[in-house]
Nanobody, 121 residues
Framework: QVQLVESGGGLVQAGGSLRLSCAAS????????MAWYRQAPGKQRELVAR???????NYADSVKGRFTISRDNDENTVYLQMNILKLEAAAVYYC???????????????WGQGTQVTVSS
C-alpha cells in the first residue's frame, strides 16, 4: 500500500558529506512522523533522527550538530544531510514513516529497504 524508496547512499571519506532521500508513495492520506534509523554489522538498529509533521526534530547524541533531518510534505519526502561523517557512521540507513492510509484513515508504520553508507579513512 505504501512504498518508501531511499537514495543517496554510497562511499564517502571520513569528514565528507552525504545526503539521503526517502520518498513515500502509495495509498497515503498523510504522514505523521518520519525518521532515519541505521544498523551497523553486529549492532542493533538505532534511531538517527526523527521529524514530526510540524517540523519538530530530535537527534541521536552521536550526530547532533552534524546531521540535519528535513522533510517536504508536498512531496512526501524526508532527507538526511550528513556532514563531517565519521567512520562509525558506516551502516545501512533505513527510512521510517508513520502513515495514515487513505482507505482506512488508520496509521501504520512503514520501512524502506535501506541504503548503504560506507565511510573510508
Amino acid at each position: 500500500q505504501v512504498q518508501l524508496v531511499e537514495s543517496g547512499g554510497g562511499l564517502v571519506q571520513a569528514g565528507g558529506s552525504l545526503r539521503l532521500s526517502c520518498a513515500a508513495s502509495g495509498n497515503i492520506f498523510s504522514i505523521n512522523r518520519m525518521a532515519w534509523y541505521r544498523q551497523a554489522p553486529g549492532k542493533q538498529r538505532e534511531l538517527v533522527a526523527r521529524i514530526t509533521s510540524d517540523g519538530s526534530t530530535n537527534y541521536a547524541d552521536s550526530v547532533k550538530g552534524r546531521f540535519t533531518i528535513s522533510r517536504d510534505n508536498d512531496e512526501n519526502t524526508v532527507y538526511l544531510q550528513m556532514n563531517i561523517l565519521k567512520l562509525e557512521a558506516a551502516a545501512v540507513y533505513y527510512c521510517y514513516a508513520f502513515v495514515v492510509i487513505i482507505t482506512t484513515r488508520r496509521d501504520y508504520a512503514y520501512w524502506g529497504q535501506g541504503t548503504q553508507v560506507t565511510v573510508s579513512s
